[in-house]
């Protein structure tokens, strides 16, 4: 006799999944229906960590997944799958953690907008850490005091960490608990370090940086979610190496800036695209320096690409 139950996904390899009923932690197999693949939008992964899914299994047998649950949120980026147009990171999230370095590897700014555009666009509320704080110079404490004025002037939470020292961790670790929560962020930048701190119980590889590049390597090669044994549950992912924007309008590009959006409705002309226009009171607070030319240049750069961005 067949049943059919909802759980979540909570590991992804290949066409298996592991489902587990949370908050209990009980972990199950499952593979995907034939004809499930071929439906819903055009992506890599039709099923993503975090995904609530309905699933049928007889006493006897694996458990089949049947169908996808509508999502709260979901974190998407531009595939570099040429024959697909975009990969879903994880979904039904509850806060991302955006792991950035000032070095080890050297922080891309285009990178982290990028990504913090795709949270706004889909409902993602999101917090940045900068990790191994440990590790940098004069210089790079001085590049680190920019990074947290642009960011915190955008209204960003940001958190100073060192997985060494153990800075940070325990404000990291009251984040997450009761709660589903995503580390994502560029190869090498110490996402599965930092989870490892958060519970040493955990089997994560923990990778090295690269000393010719200064660029991290993959060391996690699945998404996979984790209970962590002070409450929660958090969901590691491979390094990303770019992030391309997927179904990000033009004209609505500039509301997912929240320094901008406080200040757009000023402008002389709606719409504006904060470029060329008289009297737009995004392109005043560049000059002001209240916008910072930094996420500035970003969002032009955004506007500049076809089909939304890079996906390499």
């Known amino acids: ?17 592991q489902l587990s009923e949370l908050p209990k932690w009980e972990l199950f197999s ?11 939008f055009n992506s890599t992964n039709p ?15 694996l458990a089949t997944i049947k169908s996808i649950l509508p999502r709260k949120n979901y974190i998407i980026r531009k595939s570099t799958n040429l024959s697909r147009q975009s990969h879903i990171i ?24 990028r990504f913090l555009v795709t949270c706004e666009a889909y409902n993602v509320p999101v917090t940045i850490i900068v990790n191994k704080v440990d590790l940098y110079s004069e210089e790079s404490q001085l590049m680190l005091d920019r990074f947290k004025e642009i960011y915190s002037d955008a209204g960003y939470r940001i958190i100073e960490c ?21 580390f994502s962020g560029q190869s090498g930048v110490g996402k599965s370090s930092l989870i490892k701190e958060l519970d040493p119980s955990l089997d994560l590889k923990v990778g090295e940086i690269s000393a010719y590049h200064l660029q991290g390597k993959h060391t996690t090669t699945f998404y996979q979610m984790h209970p962590i044994s002070s409450g929660g549950f958090v969901i590691d992912t491979p390094g990303i190496r770019g992030f391309g924007l997927v179904d990000v309008n033009e004209l609505e590009l500039s509301g997912y800036f929240p320094e901008m959006l406080r200040v757009e409705d000023n402008c002389k002309f709606a719409p ?29 750069g955004m506007l500049d690409e ?5 996906y390499r």
């Not at 499952?30 to 819903?40: D, E, N, P, S, T």
């Not at 994880?90 to 070095?103: P, Y």
């Not at 060494?164 to 995503?182: F, N, P, S």
């Not at 005043?284 to 320096?289: A, D, F, L, R, T």
């Open 47 to 61: 099923i993503a960590v975090g995904d609530v899914v309905e699933y049928e299994r007889t006493a006897d047998e």
């Open 90 to 113: 994880a979904s039904n999230l509850d806060m991302v953690f955006l792991v950035t370095t000032i070095d080890f590897p050297e922080v891309k700014l285009p990178f982290v907008d």
């Open 162 to 182: 060192s997985a060494i020292t153990k800075q940070g961790i325990e404000e990291i670790r009251e984040c997450c608990k009761d709660k589903v929560v995503l």
């Open 1 to 17: 006799m067949e049943t059919r139950q909802t759980a979540t996904v909570v590991k992804h390899t290949g066409s298996h999944y």
């Open 30 to 40: 499952a593979v995907i229906k034939g004809k499930l693949r071929l439906k819903g």
């Open 272 to 300: 504006c695209t904060h470029t060329h226009e008289p009297g737009c009171a995004v392109k005043e607070g560049v000059e002001k320096g209240t916008i910072s030319p930094e996420r500035y240049e970003s969002y032009l």
């Open 306 to 310: 076809e089909d939304g961005g890079k």
